[in-house]
């Protein structure tokens, strides 16, 4: 008849052959529940695994034709990323063959982020196309290659760049206006028109209906670049005029 401890030592090794045993190092391993997602591998004891979850973005949609804003009744007033959208009718113009459309950027100009100065510009003369920049900027800030273009940065990234031009049409100081661009008479009245808008270091937006605004009054050839660049820095009025309500696209 077995003794006690032999009656042990069977019952151990009968409970050992049953259970699995686990080295320390050895993490226990916890089964997918169905639910999951069979695509999320088992997760080691007190762990887990997360899976991330994306929404297509979906951003408002308007359409033009010619800088005018078509209103059909079939045009989608929103599109979804890499999701297939309904167009309009295409439009006609007379002399003219539909190619298509062209998806334009949008973006608002924050006239918020450029009510305090300008901390770099550049500018380059009427005349000679000699460059004047400030604060470290140079024309390569800015993208400048003809005379009479200028840019002006601010410190949270956002950045302007536009024309000047000298006219013998004069107008409200600081507002918008007609200029005449055929440089004909006494050219003394300096134009300035913003062309392109960048916020916050994103994309670069061209506007869609840039204004002349006048600036200055004189030695429009040696000036007018630079003073674009300058006025717009600390003139909220003549910010107005230039950007006005406008978009940029």
């Not at 009744?73 to 295409?90: G, H, I, R, W």
């Not at 024309?139 to 005379?147: F, I, K, S, V």
Request: glycine share 8%; aromatic share 8%; net charge negative.
């Amino acid at each position: 008849m077995p003794s006690i401890k032999q009656i042990g030592t069977i019952c151990f090794l009968f409970l050992i052959s049953i259970f699995p045993t686990f080295a320390d190092n050895e993490p226990t391993l916890i089964p997918t529940p169905a639910s999951c997602n069979n695509s999320v591998l088992n997760t080691t004891e007190g762990s887990a695994a997360l899976e991330a979850i994306y929404t297509p973005n979906t951003i408002g949609t308007t359409w033009y034709s010619d800088g005018v804003q078509l209103t059909v009744d079939n045009a989608a007033t929103s599109c979804t990323y890499d999701t297939a959208m309904t167009l309009p009718t295409n439009p006609t113009k007379p002399g003219y063959e539909f190619n298509g459309w062209k998806i334009r950027i949008q973006c608002n100009i924050p006239l918020t982020d450029v009510s305090t100065n300008g901390n770099a510009r550049a500018s380059k003369r009427l005349s000679d196309g000699i460059i004047w920049t400030n604060g470290g900027a140079t024309a390569e800030t800015y993208g400048l290659e003809q005379p009479g273009e200028w840019g002006v940065s601010w410190s949270n990234g956002d950045k302007v760049t536009g024309v000047a031009l000298c006219s013998q049409t004069n107008g409200m100081y600081r507002r918008t206006g007609t200029p005449d661009e055929t440089g004909s008479g006494e050219t003394k009245y300096c134009w300035c028109k913003a062309t392109h808008y960048t916020a916050n270091n994103a994309q670069q937006c061209s506007l869609s209906s840039p204004s002349w605004v006048l600036a200055s009054v004189g030695d429009c050839a040696g000036l007018c670049a630079s003073s674009c660049a300058n006025v717009i820095q600390d003139d909220s009025v003549f910010r107005a005029a230039l950007f006005g309500s406008n978009v940029a696209q």
